[in-house]
């Protein structure tokens, strides 16, 4: 009884409903009830009403105060109810809350400054493609990592003993392994021109497919088509720390003179880097993984520090098309040393209009 | 032709994929969403008929493997556990219960944890190659990590104010130099990708 007048007394209060992005998928609903009602609220409803008439009960987590529905239709209209019980007794209901559509944008907002840093870049490399195509020459620091990979491939050819090539543990979606693939085709031309093995185990599916056909157009470019051995890019297995076994153990048995680890790679990174250099092995790491990059530092002869990964494939080809790419990633940095360096300067004199830009 | 079909048409279906993805990130709009749960299916599908070329090349691998006397015995177990395990599947299932399941838990989570711990022994090893004092950045990185390993353990928290100087470790010069890589590869990322779609980077067909 107590409960009924309780009831009676609030059956105020609406919920407030909004569209809080423009995907026209969700509605936010945000339930007023009174605090001291909270803790007595064992079983919470939500009901949602379509404007076609359709009724659902959304059961939600009782101490929840706001609620984002999902996958809604933004062709249509939805209003809420709140019902509240404890232990089955209904002991709040709100009015029902005005009718609100999901909406639907063009344009997302919040990924503005995101938009223009990009058109901004997008705009400095064409400039720099454009001198390239000019033929202006294009000065790039020497990159030690990249330097060596001649020597990495002449060592191996030296000892008679194959090269191990290893894409990264992500699939084909990481910018990294790509990055990794497109270094894979000059190591295997070098490769290939002084008739060195390389073997390239994989992790991934489709990156093994891919792999295998970029070693194979490798060695139809330098005119060896004869050198393509199928069993040596092949799919090892998609389990963590089985690929580092598998690995591993290659490097043991084959004594492999050089190893590349290339790409995005998690904990078997040191498994993979420290078996290498026990077997005395000339190893070049590179990779974007920055929780990876001390084990690789401290294992490999050499190591390709984030950026260097995606740079190397223009380094190595010194194709002008793709050198200029890299003086616009170069002039990018400096725009943004320059902003973050002004940004703090400001904020030093109080003056924060950061938060108002990002 | 073969160029055409190699070369030319993978090209340009970049391109296009390419820009309509780069649109795609910026609209919300449901339609565009489609777009991105269409092409999520698409990419499923292609990924399983890599799996199909993936076993191919797997039992292919280590078929011809068993004919070497040092590899043999350890082919021979990856293609009969792999054997194994398809029957196992198809005719038990593998539901929470199954053999399947309980094979998984029992045999392969174990063989995973015990790669993973060698790590402790790699980490040792490598702590040793890196910490000989050869020049001023090792010694740097020598003093640094001893007081960043000190102050972790419970002796260093009896030190007063090495929390502390561990914190600033961790959140100033560590946190600096990490942001300083991360622009870099943002960077880097999306040059690489602009030189996809523009097709200027090709080394993926072949050069």
Known sequence: MILRVMLLFLFISPPKVFSPDGTGKKLTIVMNIPDTLRTQITTLNLLRECSDGKLDTLNILPFLKTYTDNELDYRKEYRYKILAYSNGNLIYESEWSEYARPTAKWFDKGKLPLFIVMMVFTIIMIFYIAQARANKPLYLRPIAGLEAVNEAIGRATEMGRPIIYINGLTGISDIATIAALNILSHVTKRAGQFETRIVVPCYDPVVYTIAREIVKEAYTTIGRPDLFNPDDVYFATDSQFGYAAHVAARMVREQSATNFFMGYYFAESLILSETGASTGAIQVAGTDSVAQLPFFVVTCDYTLIGEELYAASAYLSREPLLTGTIKAQDLAKLLLVIIMVLLSLLSLFNVNITLGLF | ?207
């Open chain 2, 1 to 207: 032709m073969r160029h055409l079909f190699e070369k030319q048409i993978p090209l340009a279906l970049v391109f296009i994929i390419g820009i309509i993805m780069t649109i795609q990130y910026f609209v919300p709009h449901p339609t565009s969403q489609n777009v991105y749960d269409t092409s999520l299916m698409w990419s499923r599908a292609i990924s399983s008929m890599a799996y199909v070329m993936a076993i191919i090349s797997f039992l292919r691998f280590h078929t011809k493997r068993l004919k070497n006397k040092n590899y043999a015995p350890y082919s021979l177990v990856a293609i009969l556990s792999f054997t194994a395990m398809v029957l196992i599947g198809f005719i038990g299932g593998t539901a929470k219960d199954s053999l399947f399941q309980k094979i998984y838990e029992n045999m392969m989570v174990p063989l995973q944890a015990t790669t993973f711990s060698l790590l402790a022994f790699y980490m040792s090893s490598a702590a040793y190659r890196a910490f000989r004092i050869r020049g001023v950045e090792a010694t740097v990185l020598m003093i640094t990590a001893f007081i960043v390993i000190f102050g972790t353990t419970t002796i260093g928290n009896y030190v007063p104010k090495m929390n502390e100087i561990v914190e600033w470790i961790m959140a100033v010069p560590n946190l600096a130099s990490k942001r300083g890589i991360i622009i870099g590869v943002g960077l880097g990322v999306v040059a690489t990708s602009i030189k996809i779609i523009l097709g200027i980077e090709r080394n993926w067909v072949g050069g």
